[in-house]
């Protein structure tokens, strides 16, 4: 056989490859049962949060007296959670629904530079809780995002917390874990972290709804005031 051959018969048989039907593992899940467990998982997570309203009814009628008085929230997440916790602190610091006055809300893990630096300097273990131990004050919240509820650098800003007495929120994934543990109070809610952190998101726009209530109920009564 030549080499014109060769490579003419090479050519048909990789042709032929690849149009042959695909053969899929019977055994593998279909993208169908995949992605109606995802929405399983979700329906859940956001089921567990019913059982948690008074919680996040309580959580938002007092961060909103703290910060009416001049306390503010500092927030702290890893990935998924650092959206989540950017996400609260931008209602709070600009506006949920309606029309009010901003409030004082810092995420952490927003601040690059203090970020990288203290990572560099300390290891990524420091990088929340030297910027709690920095900026909290005894009456502040500190509140913190995490599907696992394990991550070193939360458990330590739970930490911090604890030492200028602030107080410390956990929002986390199936309970009990390390963080939950780590804080004043907490909020766990079950399933995979995909579902968890849908639900925590969630969870915040509540907690934004009850915020607002309470501000709009103070200010017409005439107490709304800062320190």
Known sequence: MNALTTTTAAAAAATAAASAPTVSDPTAPSIDRIL????????GAIQALRDQLPRITAWGDELADRLLHGQRLLAAGN??????AQHLTAELVGRFDGERRPFSAVSLHAESSSVTA??????????????????AR??????LFSTSGRSRNLLRAAEAARRVGARSWAVTGTGPNPLCEACDEHLALPGPAAGAQEAHLVALHLLCRVFDDRIARRDSAGNGRTA
Do not use: K, P, T
């Open 118 to 135: 203290i990572a560099n300097d300390y290891g990524y273990d420091e990088v929340f809780a030297r910027q709690v131990l920095a900026h």
């Open 79 to 84: 990935g998924g959670s650092a959206a989540e």
């Open 138 to 143: 005894a009456g502040d919240v500190v509140m």
């Open 36 to 43: 109606h467990g995802h929405l399983d998982d979700h329906l």
